[in-house]
């Protein structure tokens, strides 16, 4: 099996919302499926860190307000921290960061911010119709103990106030990493 391949996996993992795929390899009923095909990269000294995290309950935002995604489906590693909604990066390298964004009012815009180390690297625009959702996935090289999180964003005021979906299982507002290498 090709380092391809095990990508594949990981990023389906993290990134599907079909629930016949991705959420129960998420949820544990699968999981076998997915670590006989990343067991290879686990023999060899690889570690595997990976998580997902959603809200279950509706937030409300306020300024500079960290998003705690509450509902963890994955923590390999342990590095997603459910208490703050802070991931840790427990060793350098590349990884691949996702965030989708759904919120509850209609008529306005928002904005959410991933923050990495205090510094943002990606804005999040949630549109001003119904059910219209935002998400971002890149790769950004992490150094060991480096923090990335999600927020308001502070160039929108018009943010604050505002009420993000939290629904168990739907991944409407979500954020979560995979370790590539």
């Given amino acids: 099996m090709n380092l391809f391949t095990v990508l594949a996996v990981l990023v389906a993992v993290i990134c599907c919302n079909s629930p016949c795929f991705g959420r129960d390899i998420i949820k544990g009923r699968n999981e076998h499926l997915l670590f006989s095909q990343v067991g290879p990269y686990l023999r060899t000294g690889r570690r595997i860190i990976a998580f997902t995290a959603e809200l279950s309950i509706d937030t409300k935002l306020g300024t500079n307000q960290a998003v705690v ?4 489906l994955l923590n390999k590693g342990d590095a997603y921290n459910r208490f703050h909604g ?3 990066a427990p060793v350098r390298g590349i990884y691949l960061l996702s965030a989708s964004m759904l919120v509850k ?3 306005k815009h928002i904005l959410l911010d991933m923050v990495h180390n205090g510094v943002t690297i990606a804005v999040l ?3 001003s119709y119904y059910n219209t959702q935002s ?3 890149f790769p950004v090289m992490l150094q060991r103990g480096d923090q990335v999180w999600m927020r308001t964003s502070s160039i929108a005021a018009s943010s604050v106030g505002y009420t993000l979906i939290g629904k168990a299982r739907s991944m409407y507002n979500s954020f979560s990493g995979v370790l590539l290498n």
Avoid at 69 to 72: A, S
Wanted: glycine fraction near 12%; avoid cysteine; proline fraction near 0%.
């Fill in 86 to 88: 802070h991931f840790t």
């Fill in 69 to 72: 995604y509450n509902e963890v």
């Fill in 105 to 107: 009012q209609v008529g």
């Fill in 135 to 137: 998400s971002r996935s």
């Fill in 125 to 127: 625009r949630s549109g």
